[in-house]
């Protein structure tokens, strides 16, 4: 009940944010959209200037954390899924984006779209809910980097795509569930469970499987990012420098590990 009242709270916050934020924002501008886009952006600068061709259909806000959590395989040997191709235009932005190096598996639960197969980009049919499909696809491609989930947008489809593909994924790879909509959503649920299990806490420092292997979850509007570690984590270390502490220090110490105790 106490979590279920956390969030009720939050989502009061959150109804109230205009008065809340006014005094430090001063009166709303009303800019859209758009011009908060970075135009610099290479991933945005493709998608603006696709005015023929294959449709890629996107949320305009999304390139920016696309740019964030992706630029670093700019130029790199790069296996990326696509789950919902679509009219299949983004298969080609995103060989665009990355470099000769890149290679594309598509995945849809429509057949047609095995005609988007062309150099680099493999198609596989499949159903993103059907666990023995993703078995299938991880014996044909061993190595994948990036799983950008675009597919049908029902959470138990994105729930057993990420339980399937996530593990899959090499180290300092990045996991996208894109079209998290709506509140009190399944996946958001799901997401946040996961954030939580990066909490856990052991006086030891011992960290779990999953904090060792899992760098961090990040939420955006509609979108979920889960990043893995580059090599696996070994501990939490809680460190100290410097020579001159407050007198209170002990007993600040000591209601913080009570606090934690009684959570």
Known sequence: MDRVFDSLRAYNFTANWSAHAAQANGKASGADDASSIDLSNPLYEYFDSHVEGRGIWKWAHYFEAYHRHLSKF???EV???EIGIFSGGSLDMWKHYFGAQCHVYGV???PACKNYEADRTKIFIGDQADRKFWKGFREAVP????VIDDGGHLPEQQIVSLEEMLPHIRRGGVYLCEDVHGIHGAFTAYTLGLADSLNA????GELSS????IHSVHLYPFLAVIEKCARPREAFSSQRRGTQWAPFADRCAAWTSERESAT
């Open 74 to 76: 700019i130029g790199r």
């Open 79 to 81: 296996h990326i899924v």
């Open 108 to 110: 849809d639960i429509e």
């Open 143 to 146: 190595a994948v980097d990036i």
């Open 201 to 204: 806490f052991k006086e030891s």
């Open 210 to 213: 999953f904090q060792q292997d």
